[in-house]
């Protein structure tokens, strides 16, 4: 499972074929890629690392401060291809993702476990549609995150 997250000052996501939007404020976007072999263990991992990781500052500037000590938000982006493989040749191979039956069933479990168990406002692309997203990274801030 690999996430990318960046610290944000807002962000959306717009599905054109669908006419799905959403949006968030200042929290966190998060890229998230499952692959083959991941558990529901390392979703909830995951989701908990997500929801806890100190990259907010407190007030001497410090990263300090988790997306859920600041009353942030998050916006959880499916994206298989970050599972891809460059070393060889000129295009990727995505042999490593999920099928995606395991990808959209984990996926969706790290959205919920965010909201449910560390009580996240979680807002979402659609599974597996062509997404075009939009975003402020404040810092800036970016990170991977595998497990």
Known sequence: MIAVLQRVREASVTVEATGHHARIGRGLCVLLAIEHGDTEQQADWMA?????????????????????????????????????E??????????????????????????????????LPVATGVFGAMMLLSLINDGPVTLIVRR
């Open 48 to 84: 908990k690392k997500l929801a806890q990781l100190r990259i907010f500052p407190d007030q001497q500037e410090k990263m300090n401060r988790s997306v859920a000590d600041i009353g942030g938000e998050v916006l959880l982006i499916s994206q298989f291809t970050l599972a891809g």
């Open 86 to 119: 460059c070393t060889k040749g000129n295009r990727p191979s995505f042999a490593k993702a999920a099928e995606p039956d395991l990808g959209r069933r984990l996926y969706d479990r790290v959205v919920r476990r965010m909201g449910s168990e560390h009580g």
